[in-house]
């Protein structure tokens, strides 16, 4: 008898609908061994045989994201892990670990799924992140790190370690020192706002991303969904309050809540945290 589709399956499936859509030849149906799965264009599924809930999980959170058209440009996806108060880390920056094991491996998937992953010179100094798939079977995106002022020590494992080729954003007339054969440096102009994020998406456009994710940190993510620039956030939230500390986003005050974003939200358990995935295109009431 076939056993059920499980976690390994569904995310090889994943993976491959990812590469796919991406190569523009993607039919809307997997056929694998005696599976068969029909994906239609927003993400939803049917399978032939039963999924465990797991499984089921996986494709349900992940074939949306994988499905969307990215033949017009890249699609941008954000992820933040917050605290119930809406904290990514303590003010003098320690955020390990604010949200558990299972919401680690969603990350590294996000990471799995993507060409290239954005995060700003705060987090690099501060968590000395790798941002390479390890929890995971997948591929290592380009890591970009976004340092105007090139204040990120070149001590920092990004810069050191050759595990994935990796881009040094920084400002039109600074003199990085280029540390590595694996990093390469880019110099965009800054406007007042800092370096527009358009301007980010155009380069990794032109170098052929067509999955873009930001990881962080807030600052970062804030200046990406200011500039309507992202297509989903996933915003992560521990059952935590650390009552002080860094902000998840930030943006410029509203005086009335009718002003609020309110996208399009699915929402699922990841261990003890919520995962709350936001459609930034589409508004609740769509
Ligand atoms: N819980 C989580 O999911 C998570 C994820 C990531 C990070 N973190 C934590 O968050 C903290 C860092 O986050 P953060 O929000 O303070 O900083 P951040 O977003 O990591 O970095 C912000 C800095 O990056 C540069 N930058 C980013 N976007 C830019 C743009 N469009 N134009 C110009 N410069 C840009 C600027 O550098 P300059 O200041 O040099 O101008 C900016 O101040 C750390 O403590 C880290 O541990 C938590």
Same mark, same amino acid.
């Given at each position: 008898?076939?056993?059920?589709?499980?976690?390994?399956?569904?995310? &090889?499936?994943?993976?491959?609908?990812?590469?796919?859509?991406?190569?523009? &030849?993607?039919?809307?149906?997997?056929?694998?061994?005696?599976?068969?799965?029909?994906?239609?264009? @927003?993400?939803?599924?049917?399978?032939?045989?039963?999924?465990?809930?797991?499984?089921?999980?996986?494709?349900?959170?992940?074939?949306?994201?994988?499905?969307?058209?990215?033949?017009?440009?890249?699609?941008?996806?954000?992820?933040?892990?917050?605290?119930?108060?809406?904290?990514?880390?303590?003010?003098?920056?320690?955020? $390990?670990?604010?949200?558990?094991?299972?919401?680690?491996?969603?990350?590294?998937?996000? @990471?799995?799924?993507?060409? +290239?992953?954005?995060? /700003?010179?705060?987090?690099?100094? +501060?968590?000395?992140?790798?941002?390479?798939? #390890?929890?995971?079977?997948?591929?290592? !995106?380009?890591?970009?790190?976004?340092?105007?002022?090139?204040?990120? %020590?070149?001590?920092? @494992?990004?810069? #050191?370690? %050759?595990?994935?080729?990796?881009? *040094?954003?920084?400002?039109?007339?600074?003199? !990085?020192?280029?540390?590595?054969?694996?990093?390469? =440096? *880019?110099?965009?102009?800054?406007?007042?706002?800092?370096?527009?994020?358009?301007?980010?998406?155009?380069?990794?456009?032109?170098?052929? =991303?067509?999955?873009?994710?930001?990881?962080?940190? /807030?600052?970062?993510?804030?200046?990406?969904?200011?500039?309507? =620039?992202?297509? @989903?956030? $996933?915003?992560?939230?521990? !059952?935590?309050?650390?009552?002080?500390? #860094? %902000?998840?986003?930030?943006? %410029?005050?509203?005086?009335?809540?009718?002003?609020?974003?309110?996208?399009?939200?699915?929402?699922?358990?990841?261990?003890?945290?919520?995962?709350?995935?936001?459609?930034?295109?589409?508004?609740?009431?769509?």
């Amino acid at each position: 008898m076939t056993p059920d589709i499980d976690t390994a399956l569904a995310w &090889r499936w994943i993976r491959r609908i990812a590469d796919e859509v991406g190569e523009n &030849r993607f039919t809307g149906i997997v056929a694998d061994g005696g599976y068969r799965l029909e994906i239609d264009a @927003r993400g939803g599924w049917r399978a032939s045989y039963p999924a465990a809930a797991d499984a089921a999980q996986l494709l349900t959170i992940w074939l949306p994201w994988c499905v969307a058209d990215v033949s017009a440009g890249p699609r941008v996806i954000a992820q933040l892990g917050q605290s119930l108060d809406g904290r990514i880390a303590t003010a003098s920056g320690a955020s $390990h670990y604010v949200t558990g094991r299972a919401s680690l491996v969603h990350l590294h998937r996000l @990471r799995a799924l993507v060409d +290239a992953v954005v995060v /700003g010179a705060g987090t690099v100094d +501060a968590d000395d992140p790798q941002l390479t798939v #390890r929890h995971v079977e997948g591929r290592n !995106p380009l890591r970009v790190v976004l340092d105007p002022q090139a204040r990120v %020590p070149p001590s920092r @494992r990004v810069f #050191r370690e %050759p595990a994935a080729p990796t881009w *040094h954003l920084v400002a039109e007339g600074t003199a !990085p020192a280029v540390p590595a054969e694996h990093v390469s =440096c *880019h110099r965009l102009p800054v406007e007042d706002a800092g370096i527009a994020p358009q301007q980010v998406i155009a380069l990794l456009a032109a170098q052929g =991303c067509r999955r873009i994710l930001v990881e962080g940190g /807030g600052v970062t993510i804030s200046r990406f969904l200011q500039a309507e =620039c992202l297509d @989903r956030l $996933h915003s992560v939230v521990a !059952p935590m309050i650390i009552g002080s500390g #860094r %902000p998840a986003v930030i943006l %410029p005050e509203i005086d009335t809540l009718d002003r609020a974003l309110r996208p399009a939200c699915r929402q699922f358990a990841l261990g003890e945290d919520r995962l709350f995935d936001l459609d930034l295109r589409r508004s609740a009431d769509a």
